[in-house]
Each structure stands twice: as C-alpha cells, then as structure tokens.
C-alpha cells in the first residue's frame, strides 16, 4: 500500500521568509503524481503544486517550488517570500498513474505566518 | 461556473439515525470520490467510482454506501450513523483526460453525531 508520511504538523515562518515542508511517500510504482494541495480556514482544499515522477525538473509555481527527489522519494514545497495569506494547512498527496484518480494524502502541516 | 457541489455543508444527526450527503459536478468528470478529514489523520479515501455505474471502495469503506447513476451525481449515504463518523466529509471529482489533472475538491459537510 502507498503511504504518504508529513513529519512537521507545525511550521512557523516570518513574513517574507523562505520555509520548507517535508513529504515522504512509499510506493512500488514507477508511474506517479505528487501534489501539495492547501487547506485555509475556509476549509477549502486549493491545488498548489503538482509533480510527474517521470519528470526531472522540479515544479514551480510563482513562490512555491518543490524539491522532488525521487531515489529518496521525498517531495518537499518550499514557500519563498512568505506572506499572511500563506497561513494554512498542506497537504501532500500521491496518485497512482493508472485506474482510479483518488489520492492518498499525508496528516498534514499547518503553516503558521509570522507578521 | 458551480464546480463540485455538496449539501448540507452542516449536519446533526443522532446515533443510529440515516442520511445521505449530496455530492454534484458540473465538469463532466468521470472520476468521483468521497474522504473524510479527521485531525491529524489527513483526508482518507471512503468510495471512489471511475464512471456511471462503477464503485469501488477505498481506504474506509465500513458504514458508507454509495451509488453512480449519472455522471454528475455521487451521493455517500450512512446507513446508521455512529459518533466515530463524526468528521468532515469532502467530495472530489477530476478529468480522466490528463494523469495528473487535480482533483476538484466541494467545499466540505460537517457532520456531527450525538
């Protein structure tokens, strides 16, 4: 079974500072999809990233970036000049390539924004 | 453009008491699903279904059914509901077309049991 392991339930940054999450995940298959989806207090789950294992280059996406080591399997965001609105939680997630689109997601990191 | 919709976004039920959650979308997706989020547990996958007239099920199934009559429309029923179902309950949906197209997740239902 796929398992998908956020080790930080709590970060904390300063504004316009840079942080990074950390995910780990376990899978056998060679064909995959990695996300880091954001969860406000509104509770709705917003998509910020997403990564194809087969691809080298790391996503980007304005200030959010990931660094996708796939040997290590680990997918790690990195949040550059953070701002208030940053504040969340996140959520890693991981998709088979094949059958069914349903994710396995990790327990989560809720970022806390520092003025 | 309504997206991936769910009612009631709040619900109280008591013990042993029945309900459905409504799920619907708009897009034309064939994949659907349904997870509940509990603290520190993430979003867990109950029922999926890659199209009309197909479910299956996921991480934890037990106490939920499901149906897929339509392409649009993926409702989660609790047949009798217990206080460890209290959690919110989110409904996803996403394109088959591209592999690592995201889910379209609704807003969420909180369901409290007593």
């Known amino acids: 079974a796929q398992t998908v392991t956020q080790s930080q339930p709590e970060m904390s940054v300063q504004e316009a500072e840079t942080v990074t999450l950390s995910c780990t995940y376990d899978?056998?298959?060679?064909?995959?999809?990695l996300f880091w989806y954001k969860q406000p207090p509104s509770r709705q789950m917003i998509l910020v990233i997403r990564?194809?294992?087969?691809?080298?280059q790391n996503a980007t996406e304005n200030r959010f970036s990931v660094n996708f080591q796939k040997a290590a399997k680990s997918f790690s965001l990195k949040i550059s000049d953070s701002q208030l609105g940053d504040a969340a939680m996140y959520f890693c997630?991981?998709?088979?390539?094949?059958?069914?689109?349903?994710?396995?997601f990790g327990s989560g990191t809720r970022l806390q924004v520092q003025p | 453009n309504a997206g991936v919709t769910q009612t009631p976004k709040f619900q109280v039920l008591k013990t042993g008491q029945s309900m459905t959650l409504q799920c619907a979308q708009d897009m034309n997706h064939e994949y659907m699903s349904w997870y509940r989020q509990d603290p520190g547990m993430g979003l867990r996958l109950i029922h999926y279904?890659?199209?009309?007239?197909?479910?299956d099920q996921g991480e934890v199934p037990n106490g939920y059914n499901v149906s897929r009559s339509t392409t649009e429309d993926f409702p989660l029923r609790l047949l009798s509901a217990a206080p460890s179902q209290t959690s919110v309950y989110f409904c996803?949906?996403?394109?088959?077309?591209?592999?690592?197209?995201?889910?379209?997740f609704g807003n969420g239902t909180r369901l409290t049991v007593t």
């Open positions: 990564q194809e294992a087969y691809k080298q």
């Open positions: 279904s890659v199209g009309a007239g197909i479910t």
């Open positions: 996803a949906s996403s394109s088959p077309g591209l592999k690592n197209s995201p889910l379209h």
């Open positions: 899978t056998s298959e060679s064909d995959y999809y």
């Open positions: 997630a991981y998709n088979v390539g094949t059958g069914r689109r349903a994710l396995t």
